[in-house]
């Protein structure tokens, strides 16, 4: 009996010494009903995945646009609407792309923390409806603001129209500029999770290194580097990588194709020898098919966005892996 006292005296001093060194070096991780879990409401799945990569266990993300729809054309539920009273964070993209989330944004409390990531980066001119042949490479990223102004003439660009909106598909964009925002804004609600932040930040932003390394190589040998896309959403993917997005099939977003526009497109395709012309899950692709059969080629899938459960595209780093597969087999000889 003696023994056996002595024995559960050991069992509970290794249990308690096990817990403290425990405690010591591992990080504590918060419950579903920890008062420190914050909820992030994002806009699109890319800016959803990029946060929880660097929020990890201390943020619930709840994601607004479902898979396979537009976020130019999408309108926000009255559900989605209340769900912004529980947000601390609130990321969305701007200039034009998500104009809808300017209204939620100002729904949220007073505490708040707002993030348009096109705040942070240098954006370029929007691809217009009227210009077929303003085609983007490899010269053109970095040499933004000296078109379009600073302070707020940059304000008001968001609201009009003239940049392109589509930041998140170059990953060195999101390496120096989006993710770092976010990681800052979550910082800001959560100041004691700041090293965990900052970890978590410099692990993804070395995958996001690989990405982009893999992405260059896979796509420098392409003799053919000119596409029709099926709306504006590649000049930073483009001017990253040196291809060239020709024109749009789309007229506008949310907008159907006209028979004159359909040709103009095929002229443009023609004159700038477009290897390839892509559509996207998010719109149909009626006017695509027309436009191939003129032009005599198929039509492709590209996906500027994915979703949780989209097979192949249900994070950040596996949706642009896809989209550079697409370009691989669109562009090749």
Known sequence: MKWRATNGVLLVLLAVLALNLWGCGAKSVPS????GLITVVTTIQPMADITSNIGGDWVRVVNLLPAGCSPHTYEPTPRQMAAMADASVFIWVGAGLDDWAETLAGAGSS?????RVTDSVELLPFQGEHNHDLMYGDDQLGHIHDEVGHGQDHQDAHAHGLYDPHVWLDPLLVRDHIAPAIAQALTDVLPDREAEFAENLAAYREQLDDLHLSIAQDLNGLSNKSFIAF???????CARYGLVQAASVEESPGKEPSAKWIAEVVETAKRNNAKAIFAEPQF??????????????????LDPLGGPNVEGRDSYLNLMRYNTRIFQQGLCD
């Not at 149909?284 to 899938?301: H, M």
Request: hydrophobic fraction near 45%.
């Open 284 to 301: 149909s692709n009626k006017a695509a098919e027309v436009i191939a059969r003129e032009y005599g080629t198929d039509v492709l899938i």
């Open 32 to 35: 579903a009903e920890d008062p």
């Open 231 to 237: 709306h504006s959403a590649w000049p930073y993917f």
């Open 111 to 115: 505490r708040l923390v707002k993030v």
